[in-house]
Each structure stands twice: as C-alpha cells, then as structure tokens.
C-alpha cells in the first residue's frame, strides 16, 4: 500500500480572523509530534455559516476553533456540549466525532485555570475579582468556580451585564459572586486574592493603556492576571508588579487553551513547550 498523503483537517472559522495566531502555534505542535495534521484559519461570515459547518462532515474535519461571531450561534448545530460551555453558553472548540457527532467545548476558562495552576495557584477557596463581563469573562469566572473557588466579583461598566454573570455563577456553581459597577477608578476590595484583567484593554496596538483601577489597593498578597498576549508584559501587570504582586500574562492561558484544543483533536497531548516558544517567538517577530 502506498503512503498516505491525506492531512488530517482542523481549523479556526471566524470573521475577521486575520490576525489570530492559533494555526501557528497549533501547526508548530503537529510537526513536533510529527502528526500529520494542518489548522486552516478560515475567514466565515455569518451568513456563509451554517455551509461551513455542513463542511467539516463533508471534508472528514476533526475540529475547529470559533472565534467572533461564531461562538454562540455555533450552539445550534451541536449534538453534545461539555458541562463548563453549557453553563457558560458559548463554545470555541469543536470535535467531529468518529460517527460525525458534533462536541462542543469552551477551552477559554479552562485554559486560563491550567496557567494559572502551572504557576502553583491553587483557586481552592480564594477570593476572586474579575474585570469585565465579555466572553473571557463568562469563561474564566465560570471555570474559576467550578475548579473551587470561594467568591467571585464581577465588575463592569455595565452594571445589568455584570449582575447577569454573577447570577450565572452563583445558580450553576458552589461560588458565591457579586457584581460591582466599574464607575471611574475601581479600587480592588480588600481580600481579592486574585485579580483578573478579562478586557481587550492594553492589547496591541493600545498597549499603553492600562485597566482603570486604584494600583496602590492591589497588594503583594494578590496573583494579579491578565489575558491580553500581545504585549505578554502589559502596562496593568507591570503596575501590579511594582505593588509587589505575582502576575502571570495571557501568554499561558493561550498556549494552554490551545494545548486543550490539540489533545482534544489529535488524542496526543500536546508539546506544551513547542507551543508557548511559538507564541513567545511570534510575538517577539512582531
């Protein structure tokens, strides 16, 4: 029998996704493992959607990613989602099953725990606060619940969407949260043992902007986050640094994310190295 020539498909569909640095981390880990895989970065509008997702059965894909708009549409063409995207109601990975079932998965949250865990934080009854209410937001205050934390603190300028989140995860997990509305400069409460910047603010090319909160109430008790990547060293974290506090870059969580999405498609774990060096090198490139 001849050589098998045939790549196994996977992907991101999204609109724009242009600038979306996940094939590159994601095609760096086949070669590693000398897997004969390849991640397409597909640009799908919403009307060109439900085609799309007719096409991963017809092209035998294993899966792909969901960026914007997709991630919540996405829900209406799943036969199964994992627990965490249910709750959170969005899904950014799928898997295309042997028998053509369609899993759903939001690796988002889960991405970010395991970096924050690899640094040796444990979420087992800490107090955390997250600013913002977005989509990282719902991933990571839901994730951050259910893998044991005390009490979460959504805070965002719009007061209906923060109290929406904190509903969500007081209902669906064992947490306890509140909402807080972010007017002028938020002063983190006092016993915030992880602070969470879950907004866009400070990514490239706004990287001298910076969260607006009261730097001098973060401490050198706090683990103080951020899931912009892009700069990895941010203006918000470089403020906290001087606090005292940890910090730990989103850097981590995209890597870690995408090592998920790779053993989820692939059945290998991921070379979680190979995947950080990339994304470290992409963006020192740029």
Known sequence: MGKNYRAELTGVFGDPVDGNPTGVMEEAGYQALGLNYRYITARVTPDDFPDAMKGLRAMHFRGVNLT??????VLNYLDELSEAARIIGAVN???VREDGTLFGENTDGKGFVEALQATG???SGKNITVLGAGGAARAIAVECALAGAASITIVNRTLDRAEELADLVSQETQAE????EWSGTYAT???TDILINATSIGLAPASDQRP???YTTVTPAM???DVVFDPADTLFLKEAEAQGAKTVNGL???ARQGARNFTLWTGHEAPIDVLEGTLRAEFNEA
């Open 68 to 73: 914007m708009p997709h991630k919540i549409t």
């Open 223 to 225: 683990t103080v986050c």
């Open 189 to 191: 409460p006092a016993g």
């Open 212 to 214: 607006d909160i009261d």
């Open 177 to 180: 949260s509140t909402a807080a």
């Open 252 to 254: 981590g969580m995209l």
């Open 93 to 95: 990975t799928v898997v």
């Open 121 to 123: 934080e444990d979420l």
